[in-house]
């Protein structure tokens, strides 16, 4: 239960506004231990059932397809770019706008077949001349990323994120203690698969880019252990 306490006599409180806390507030961090270390473990175990379950959402890097960059001469919104592709059955596209006037935008179509990626930019463009007639618009870029390159992809994104795990708990081990360095990657591993997990219910897109915020959160997790580990020394 929080308590507060008297500030002592001629030391002024700080501001209300900056105290995000109350002063003198104590929890028994120990007491919770035990629902603490139930809850995550019981949270992680049902994130890795929803991933071997329920699967992530994954996104043009590791299904495969095709990623058109398009800039138009008039601005022009990702929902009339949207419109035009469903009009010409063009399943499974995503349209970002990356353009700072509304002018360019990425067009992704993921889970083609093998072999049918240039189809897929073809179709793409064929909608886009349907809509927009053309000279309306300029195709800058397009990318394609087969299934077996994106099974390769989410190999080594995999090693990549179990790599670091491994070996910031051997730094820890060596430069703290060895029980420190278990207790690091175990703390590592928790924190991914929490993320992960997360990933899953929300069903937002996993590509290259969610593999670097998953290497930031093991970063930052390993930080915090250095830290805690430091002040037990």
């Known amino acids: 239960m929080a308590r507060t306490t008297t500030e002592p006599a001629g030391v002024k409180a700080p501001p209300r506004f900056f ?3 109350p002063v003198g507030t104590t929890i028994d961090f120990v007491r919770l231990a035990p629902l603490m270390v139930g809850i995550s473990i019981a949270t992680a175990a049902l994130s890795l059932v929803l991933l071997f379950t329920k699967g992530l959402n994954y996104g043009t ?3 495969g397809g095709s990623m058109v960059q398009v800039r138009f001469v008039q601005p022009t919104t990702a929902a009339d770019v949207r419109s035009a592709l469903e009009t010409a059955r063009v399943e499974g596209a995503v349209v970002q706008d990356v353009g700072a006037e509304h002018e360019e935008f990425q067009i992704r179509v993921a889970k083609i077949a093998e072999g049918q990626a240039e189809t897929a930019s073809n179709a793409v463009r064929r909608a886009l001349q349907d809509r927009f007639g ?3 618009y300029e195709i800058l870029r397009v990318d394609t990323v087969g ?3 994106g099974r390769d992809l989410w190999r080594d994104a995999t090693l990549a994120v179990l ?3 491994v070996l910031m ?3 820890i081990a060596i430069r703290f203690d060895f029980r420190f360095g278990l207790g690091a990657a175990v703390a590592l591993l928790h924190d991914v698969i929490w993320t992960v997990g ?4 929300t069903q937002m897109e996993f590509d290259l880019t969610a593999v670097a915020a998953l290497l930031t959160v093991v970063g930052f997790s390993v930080n915090d252990t250095v830290v805690i580990s430091d002040r037990i020394r």
């Open 19 to 21: 105290t995000l806390i």
């Open 61 to 63: 890097d590791f299904a």
């Open 134 to 136: 053309e000279g309306s």
């Open 147 to 149: 299934p077996k390159v």
């Open 163 to 165: 790599a670091s795990t």
């Open 169 to 171: 708990g051997i730094y």
């Open 198 to 201: 997360a990933l899953v219910v």
